[in-house]
């Protein structure tokens, strides 16, 4: 069988990171949003720039409870969540005009979550050609713009 590999060296860097408690409960406690890179604050849910991005513009948004289920929000949590990426999405079109979206989410440790108690969602901008030799030959991932240039970016259109 001939077997494909994605190969992201990139993230090596999150993958040896140590942290204690959750990410994103700390991140919503946090009151520094443009230390955390925090975008918006809903009622129910926020949304944050990846610091260990996949594309530029990938962002994750969060409930503020602590949940591992999208099963387990409420129905005012859960349209607050979406229609934070509803914005978002928006915003990106504008601003960075992306050709396409992965929106994504990792239930559980054997689907990838790397934070499996708290439950997340990514929205990862793409264009036609954005995968490319870097990561795997220069183990070098192209991210075209700083996280801070885009953070005052999305929040001046925000």
Request: charged share 20%; with cysteine.
């Amino acid at each position: 069988m001939n077997q494909k590999r994605l190969w992201a060296p990139w993230r090596i860097n999150y993958i040896q990171k140590k942290t204690s408690g959750c990410l994103f409960c700390k991140i919503a406690k946090s009151i520094n949003d443009g230390k955390n890179f925090i975008i918006h604050r809903g009622e129910f849910s926020f949304s944050t720039l990846n610091i260990y991005p996949y594309n530029n513009g990938h962002i994750m948004f969060a409930p503020y409870r602590h949940v591992n289920d999208l099963r387990k929000l409420s129905e005012a949590e859960f349209l607050d969540l979406l229609g934070n990426i509803n914005q978002m999405q928006s915003v990106l079109d504008k601003l960075i005009k992306p050709q396409g979206y992965n929106i994504g989410v990792n239930i559980g440790r054997a689907a990838g979550a790397g934070y499996p108690y708290h439950i997340h969602i990514h929205l990862v901008p793409r264009w036609v050609g954005d995968t490319n030799f870097m990561p795997i030959t220069a183990k070098t991932k192209v991210i075209s713009e700083s996280l801070s240039e885009l953070y005052r970016k999305i929040k001046d259109v925000y």
